[in-house]
């Protein structure tokens, strides 16, 4: 389990790339602990903090995905 701020660092960096390097990912909070590895009190806390930090929203269904200001383009 991660407790130590430098590992929890790392998580925050880590998750933010995957979501930054791969636009159209949206993850439930269930997926995200699976795929990030970490318990989910952990993830959630982490996934709250990239939504406060404008990095990452939710959608409809409740899934964690890429935040886009308005009017920003991100089709290629």
């Known amino acids: 389990m991660m407790t130590d701020a430098g590992n929890i ?8 790339g995957e979501f930054l ?4 990912l949206a993850l439930r909070p269930d ?8 318990d989910r009190i952990v ?6 903090a990239l ?3 404008n990095v990452l929203t939710q959608d ?3 899934a964690y ?6 009017g920003f383009s ?3």
């Open 9 to 16: 660092q790392d998580l925050v960096v880590r998750i933010q």
């Open 21 to 24: 390097e791969t636009p159209g």
């Open 31 to 38: 997926d995200a602990t699976r795929r990030f590895g970490v």
């Open 43 to 48: 993830c959630e806390a982490v996934l709250t």
């Open 51 to 53: 939504v406060d930090a």
């Open 60 to 62: 409809s269904r409740g």
């Open 65 to 70: 995905v890429r935040f886009f200001p308005r």
């Open 74 to 76: 991100h089709a290629a």
